[in-house]
């Protein structure tokens, strides 16, 4: 299994849909996980933290399965601004494992 | 007031040259990296400092030097350039390893390219 693996897409939805992310990691002592947003052309950026069983942030919510090493982002009511893409990050040390992300389109 | 400064933004070189990227960050943090995303948007660790001290080299060629002269800086020489270096470039800053409630901060990055 690769470090930190993502279903790349391209996710296509419309505007106020809800969409899902998958993440699966091998590292089973990781305790912490980030997703990161990216839009085109800019740097990565903190979208939420997610340890536990998992975190909410208005219509963003993250989801933790230690057990089967799994971690999802899931989008409710979808805008047009949340067209990016979303990296999986698992911090291991100092060297911490982005994934290769999940392309979200957001179309009118 | 920008957290964590790259320059330059954009560098067009010819193959063989050397050049250098510079890193800055005002966060006070202890921790810097360097991340290089290729064309396929894989964005992957090269180098990680704290306290100015080399951590973390994830077996990048020789010809990739980076030199830290204090912690709130990270520069990146790399010599003989070849064209497969071309890719963006991304410094990052955290305070101590990353995890829960310290997550990196990113520069804009440097977009290389080698022709």
């Known amino acids: 299994r690769k470090e930190v693996e993502q279903d790349p897409g391209p996710f296509n939805v419309p505007e106020g849909a809800t969409v899902a992310f998958n993440c699966t990691y091998s590292n089973s002592a990781s305790q912490s996980f980030f997703w990161y947003r990216q839009d085109c052309r800019k740097e990565p950026k903190l979208l939420m933290s997610v340890y536990s069983s998992g975190n909410e942030d208005g219509r963003f919510t993250a989801q933790l399965n230690r057990a089967s090493q799994y971690i999802s982002l899931l989008i409710r009511d979808s805008k047009l601004s949340d067209s990016a893409t979303y990296l999986c990050v698992v911090p291991g040390g100092f060297k911490t494992i982005f994934g290769a992300g999940t392309r979200l389109f957001v179309k009118a | 007031d920008t957290a964590v400064s790259q320059t330059p933004k954009y560098l067009v070189t010819q193959m063989g040259n050397d050049k250098s990227i510079k890193c800055e960050q005002n966060l006070g943090h202890d921790t810097m990296y360097w991340y290089k995303q290729d064309s396929k948007k894989f964005l992957k660790i090269m180098f990680s400092?704290?306290?100015?001290?080399?951590?973390i080299n994830e077996t990048v060629p020789n010809r990739f030097s980076p030199k830290s002269p204090d912690k709130a800086h990270l520069n990146l020489h790399i010599n003989s350039l070849e064209l497969g270096d071309s890719a963006v470039y991304f410094c990052a800053s955290s305070q101590g390893v990353q995890g829960l409630g310290t997550e990196a901060f990113f520069g804009q990055g440097t977009r290389l390219t080698v022709v």
């Open positions: 400092y704290n306290n100015k001290e080399l951590i």
